[in-house]
């Protein structure tokens, strides 16, 4: 349990669906999202609710795509990056379906997944769907300034994702979940809210490195090793940090903040992020690869860093964790 959790009953991912803003639909992969905004706003008064809407966009989309209903599903895990998840409370509410609030930061997507899997796989399930989403205007409002503020973005930080993703985990479908790690809290001292690269790259440098420490697999046998969200400056950390152990992801490492954004085109800074990011990257692109036979075995890690605007403004560094998630279609 410490490290590689196998999965001797292996969930395979039915069905998934993807729900986006403006700029994702505008960038690198935006014709592959299943559903998009033009405004962000879903035609909702607030982004609060907007962000609530996309995850019921997410859900219904899942299931609909799985031919499925409320009565087929078992559980809802169910997170995102608002105060007490409000986010999921409110998006889910009117499905009849018992539900589950996690919180992970950008981990969640991973979080989810890896929970899911282990109930699915000790049978105490046998259909179930986790979700998670962000919103830029919400999470600015929450953890920075509201957007009338105008305040400027340092060239570290991170652009929060407007996006939602939604996987039904049970026994069809051409990928399955193989293995799940996760993560510890890992706290270096940074205190920058605009450097969150920097703070969650120590976790997944931590959670890999107990990865191929107790494997069968090497780096070499993935075809893809996707984290999210670290963005450009924690991406390079993680390679360089890496490296200097002996382990080398240079060629099979992509970062869903980078995937999802044109950096220089679209002033994204040091790329994407949020609880969003990863899940919109995994179910509007990933899985279509690993279904389609492009990709045969990725290594999804999802990483969060679990502040709060309480704790930053009382001067305090910033926790991380990052969960390891082994997809093979």
């Known amino acids: 349990m410490r490290d590689i959790i196998k999965l001797e009953n292996a969930p395979r991912i039915s069905s998934y669906y993807s729900v986006v803003g403006s700029?994702?639909?505008?960038?690198?992969?935006?014709?592959?999202?299943?559903?998009?905004?033009?405004?962000?706003?879903?035609?909702?008064?607030?982004?609060?609710?907007?962000?609530?809407?996309?995850?019921?966009?997410?859900?219904?989309?899942?299931?609909?795509?799985?031919?499925?209903?409320?009565?087929?599903?078992?559980?809802?895990?169910?997170?995102?990056?608002?105060?007490?998840?409000v986010g999921s409370n409110y998006g889910l509410v009117d499905f009849d379906i018992p539900y589950v609030g996690l919180y992970g930061a950008c981990s969640t997507c991973a979080l989810g997944l890896a929970l899911g899997a282990l109930l699915y796989n000790s049978g105490s399930c046998k259909r179930l769907v986790s979700v998670t989403s962000s919103?830029?205007?919400?999470?600015e409002r929450q953890f920075r300034f509201p957007l009338e503020y105008g305040g400027q973005r340092t060239p570290t930080s991170q652009w929060t994702v407007t996006g939602s993703g939604a996987f039904v985990l049970g026994n069809e479908g051409k990928v399955s979940i193989k293995e799940i790690v996760f993560g510890k809290s890992v706290d270096m001292g940074i205190n920058d809210?605009?450097?969150?690269?920097?703070?969650?790259?120590?976790?997944?440098?931590?959670?890999?490195?107990?990865?191929?420490?107790?494997?069968?697999?090497?780096?070499?046998?993935?075809?893809?090793?996707?984290?999210g969200d670290l963005?450009?400056?924690?991406?390079?950390?993680?390679?360089?940090?890496l490296l200097s152990e002996g382990i080398d992801i240079r060629k099979s490492h992509d970062d869903c903040g980078l995937m999802i954004y044109d950096r220089k085109r679209q002033d994204k800074h040091a790329g994407g992020s949020g609880c969003g990011c990863s899940a919109s990257v995994l179910a509007g692109d990933i899985m279509k690869r690993?279904?389609?036979?492009?990709?045969?075995?990725?290594?999804?890690?999802?990483?969060?860093a679990l502040m709060s605007p309480l704790t930053l403004y009382q001067g305090g560094s910033i926790p991380a964790v990052a969960h390891l998630v082994h997809l093979e279609g």
């Open 231 to 241: 963005g450009y400056e924690g991406s390079k950390i993680l390679r360089d940090l």
């Open 193 to 227: 809210i605009n450097n969150m690269g920097a703070a969650m790259a120590p976790a997944c440098i931590d959670t890999i490195k107990r990865y191929f420490s107790n494997s069968d697999y090497s780096v070499e046998d993935f075809d893809l090793i996707a984290t």
């Open 290 to 304: 690993l279904e389609a036979g492009e990709l045969k075995r990725v290594l999804f890690i999802g990483t969060g």
């Open 23 to 85: 700029h994702e639909r505008n960038g690198p992969l935006g014709d592959r999202f299943d559903e998009f905004s033009l405004d962000d706003k879903f035609e909702k008064d607030s982004w609060e609710k907007s962000e609530s809407e996309m995850q019921r966009l997410a859900v219904v989309g899942a299931l609909k795509k799985g031919d499925l209903k409320d009565t087929d599903i078992d559980l809802l895990l169910a997170g995102d990056l608002l105060n007490q998840c």
């Open 135 to 139: 919103h830029f205007c919400a999470s």
